[in-house]
């Protein structure tokens, strides 16, 4: 497994910018298909956003496609989630987590960060 550990949260308005950052331990980073979640209070964790080892495919969920962007850097073990034009149902706790194949279900993702929060104001 792999130890992840979010940063970039914060409070914005409404509109704005954030980018999310994740940094991963070890060597492995780039066998691994990442992917950000988010958890709203009282909700579910719900996925945001995927992309392949090699970066070349990224998937979105419909909430947030066309306003947020992931990338990674293999070189330097670090996945990104670029949020824009926030929303203040964007607001929500942020985890990055790793898989070992393709996929956008939690139940598939198998080691996971603390969480950063994001909180949107209107």
């Known amino acids: 497994q792999v130890q992840l550990v979010e940063s970039g949260g914060g409070l914005v308005q409404e509109g704005g910018s954030l980018r999310l950052s994740c940094a991963a331990s070890g060597r492995t980073f780039l066998r691994y298909f990442m992917g950000w979640f988010r958890q709203a209070p009282g909700k579910e964790r719900d996925f945001v956003a995927a992309?392949?080892?090699?970066?070349?495919?990224?998937y979105f969920a419909d909430s947030v496609k066309g306003r947020f962007t992931i990338s990674r850097d293999n070189g330097k073990n670090t996945l990104y989630l670029q949020m824009n034009s926030l929303k203040p149902e964007d607001t929500a706790v942020y985890y990055c987590a790793a898989a070992t194949y393709p996929a956008t279900e939690m139940t598939s993702y198998h080691s996971w960060g603390q969480g950063t929060q994001v909180t949107v104001s209107s």
């Open positions: 992309i392949s080892w090699s970066g070349d495919r990224t």
